[in-house]
């Protein structure tokens, strides 16, 4: 059995978020390593989750992360997601965060029906997730919009058309700054590997909310 859920981030020559790379650099070595500007692998360990359970059961929020800030304004936030699933919740991770209590983290996960799967969680208090499509691959991309004062997640099977996935918003502390980055989880088993590449950013408003160009 693996000991660890492992993420390899590659920037290929895209852009990366605001700070990102500072962030890297300031992470705990033994979880986040690598050239923070080429390639980065993070390391979570066993029955790590970012969820504050609806029905009452203790908050998890031991999954690590690598966040950048962004202040106010619009933009998109997009990665390729590759996932070697090996337990029931296991995922790579896009992540908007604003505190403990309020954030939105957007998945490509493993089911308990061990199918691929598209999944948001919504956090404001208590967790709100829902899924999507569930997917024949291991990869999907994944992107995070800000269209002041909302957020839209988009998902695609080829990086071109995306589809709609939800419209939210986080609440007054998330109109201006906030951070956005990475995550991995493995809250039911030993570990999985995902990769993250094409990571993209852009200072930009998403032109249609609905077809998601």
Known sequence: MREGC?????????QLPPDLPGALREADPAVWRGD??????????????????????????????????????????????????????????????VDDATWAKFCFEYSPQSEPTVVSVITRGESDDANFITVDSH??????SRTMPSFALHASTDGSRWQFVRHLRLGEAADATVRIGLSVQSPTGEGCTATFDEIRFSPTRLADLRDGS
């Open 36 to 97: 923070p500007e080429q390639a980065v692998i993070g390391t979570a360990g066993p029955r790590t989750d970012l969820f504050i359970d609806p029905a009452g059961s203790p908050p998890s929020l031991n999954a690590p992360r690598v966040l950048a800030t962004v202040t106010d304004g619009d933009f998109q936030f997009s990665a390729r997601v590759s996932v070697d699933f090996a337990a029931t919740f296991d995922a790579g991770v896009l992540l908007v965060w």
């Open 6 to 14: 492992v993420v390899n981030i590659r920037t290929m020559s895209t």
């Open 139 to 144: 990869t999907m991309w994944l992107r995070i």
